[in-house]
């Protein structure tokens, strides 16, 4: 299988070429390396364990940023990294350095004694251990796929669990009912333990409270037990002691407010005294998460768009759910701003591409598609059909910079452009210009 992490330091040189990326969904390995070290995943600060499709990655950057907002020392392990591996894994609120690294993994091959594990195996071990060794208040830990039996699922208590919007994706390994994909994903509720859910649709919200129900895990679901919405441009949280009237996230679109609405009743969940009201405003308003919805004005392809007078913006989302959560951050930008909107598209072949740009249909962008370093990236011409097959009017391109030459030809006022269709994609562009590397 096609290892899509990019060889471009020693550390991930080293881990790619003693551990392949094969995927082993069990959670087996890890245990046992675990085990090796004297358990580190026992001795962290308390735990709040994310799952779920979409919003995952920016349900933990608003937990994030409020908690830190708050004065606490924050862990977290997100994946997939863009750029650098380093983005993987926040010790204390900082990215691990080459050093810390390097000496983690000489401690954990020695103790692994060459038995077999895969790069995100071992990349969570790695992540678990640096945690246990450096004082924090807590830690925050994404699923890297699925959940019951994602390499993080090694959790007998966390603090809470989380449950983000769940849809179909991966549908290879964890489909292809929507039941069986909530089901995998509920597989991180604990027994007792409380979870926070996002809505959900009917089918998944079936397996989720079933797989609660069966734990006695308290469920807190948004939309019954607690709702975030827009007014007035600010976020309201409603729970059922008190409202909240929070700044407006700082990550765009409509979608944020729910992801943004999700964090802030996790955190109330967790019930830590030190991130108040006032720790989660200057949060929201601060959190940074790269290559969701993007605003692109440095580097090669930023300056490229102004000096045509176009914004350019980059989102990582590649399936349907994705796709109408950005289609609607769009249609946002062109109610203030009614100019012309392309969007600059390539994914992997495995992607529903056709489902991702329906959501488009009303807006009309022109899609021009193309291709990024990949064995398994769709050819740009499939992308092409895929976007006309949704209604939409689409040309190729070369490569990124090629397709946003062409964006940018259009006619008339200059356009709104939109580089989409998955976070390896997003990540090659941003991996063209050390400015705009994640920091």
Not at 241 to 256: I, K, N, T, V, Y
Not at 395 to 407: E, K, N, R
Request: overall charge negative; proline content about 7%.
């Amino acid at each position: 299988m096609y290892d899509p992490i990019r060889a471009s330091d020693a550390v991930i040189a080293r881990l790619r070429a003693n551990h392949p990326s094969l995927i082993d969904l069990t959670t087996g390995r890890v245990e046992r390396l675990l085990a090796a070290l004297d358990h580190p995943e026992r001795r962290l600060p308390p735990v709040i364990h994310v799952a779920g499709t979409n919003g995952k990655g920016s349900t933990v950057a608003y937990m994030r940023a409020m908690a830190e907002a708050a004065g606490l020392r924050v862990h977290a392990l997100t994946s997939p990294h863009l750029v650098r591996f380093a983005e993987r894994i926040r010790v204390a609120g900082d990215l691990i350095t080459d050093d810390r690294l390097e000496a983690l993994i000489a401690e954990i091959e020695a103790a692994n004694a060459g038995e077999p594990i895969s790069f995100f195996e071992i990349t969570t071990v790695l992540a678990l251990q640096a945690f246990a060794q450096t004082p924090a208040d807590l830690c925050l830990i994404e699923v890297g796929l699925g959940g019951r039996f994602d390499a993080t699922n090694i959790f007998e208590a966390p603090a809470l669990s989380v449950i983000t919007p769940v849809d179909y994706d991966h549908l290879e390994m964890l489909g292809p009912e929507l039941s069986k994909i909530a089901w995998e994903k509920a597989g991180v509720i604990k027994a007792g333990r409380p979870v926070v859910v996002a809505r959900q649709m009917d089918e998944a919200l079936a397996a989720i409270e079933a797989e609660a129900a069966q734990l006695a895990a308290p469920l807190t679901l948004m939309g019954r037990d607690f709702d975030a919405w827009e007014a007035g441009g600010r976020l309201l949280v409603q729970t059922g002691e008190r409202l909240l009237d929070l700044p407006p996230p700082a990550l765009f679109g409509p979608h944020q407010f729910d992801n943004a609405g999700l964090a802030v009743a996790a955190l109330l969940a967790l019930n830590e005294a030190r991130i108040d009201e006032d720790a989660m405003a200057r949060g929201l308003a601060t959190t940074v998460w790269p290559a969701r919805f993007q605003r692109l004005r440095g580097g090669a392809l930023g300056r490229m768009a102004q000096e045509r007078g176009a914004d350019l913006w980059l989102d990582g989302g590649h399936n349907p759910h994705a796709g109408a959560a950005l289609a609607q951050a769009v249609a946002r930008l062109t109610a203030r701003d009614p100019r012309p909107v392309v969007l600059v598209s390539a994914m992997f072949a495995r992607k529903d591409a056709q489902g991702f740009f329906a959501p488009f249909a009303d807006l009309a962008p022109r899609v021009v598609a193309t291709s990024f370093d990949s064995p398994n990236a769709a050819p740009a011409e499939e992308i092409a059909a895929a976007a006309r097959a949704a209604g939409l009017a689409a040309q190729t391109a070369s490569d990124v910079t090629a397709a946003l030459v062409a964006a940018l030809s259009v006619e008339g006022p200059a356009p709104h452009v939109l580089i989409c269709g998955g976070l390896h994609f997003a990540g090659e562009v941003l991996a063209m210009d050390p400015e705009t590397w994640p920091r």
